[in-house]
């Protein structure tokens, strides 16, 4: 069982950034893929960022493409999640989720953490 925990949540204006963190509780971590969503209120949850397996390019949605950027530290067990030019409809709860090579979908999720970005 893997544990994840998601902060750097909060209240931004429009044009700020932040920088999400999410802590992971295994030693493997660096085997998983990690990715990010986020679920704006009375919406579905979706997906905002995500790594391949291999390593290469990360993928993310339209909206985040150009002003979110994941990243990872193996050695910290910590993903990332720097948010840029964050705009109203940004905000949402974002999740981590942990993908196992095991796996064919995430497998694990965070609790979530509150972006809120005010106009």
């Known amino acids: 069982q893997v544990q994840l925990v998601e902060s750097g949540g909060g209240l931004v204006q429009a044009g700020g950034s932040l920088r999400l963190s999410c802590a992971a509780s295994?030693?493997?971590?660096?085997?998983?893929?990690v990715g990010w969503f986020c679920q704006a209120p009375g919406k579905e949850r979706e997906f905002v960022a995500g790594?391949?397996?291999?390593?290469?390019?990360?993928r993310y949605s339209d909206s985040a493409k150009g002003r979110f950027t994941i990243s990872r530290d193996n050695a910290k067990n910590m993903v990332y999640l720097q948010m840029t030019s964050l705009k109203p409809e940004d905000t949402a709860v974002y999740y981590c989720?942990?993908?196992?090579?095991?796996?064919?979908?995430?497998?694990?999720w965070g609790q979530g953490t509150q972006v809120t970005v005010s106009s």
């Open positions: 989720a942990a993908q196992p090579a095991t796996a064919t979908s995430y497998v694990y």
């Open positions: 295994t030693r493997t971590f660096s085997t998983y893929r």
């Open positions: 790594e391949s397996w291999s390593r290469g390019n990360p």
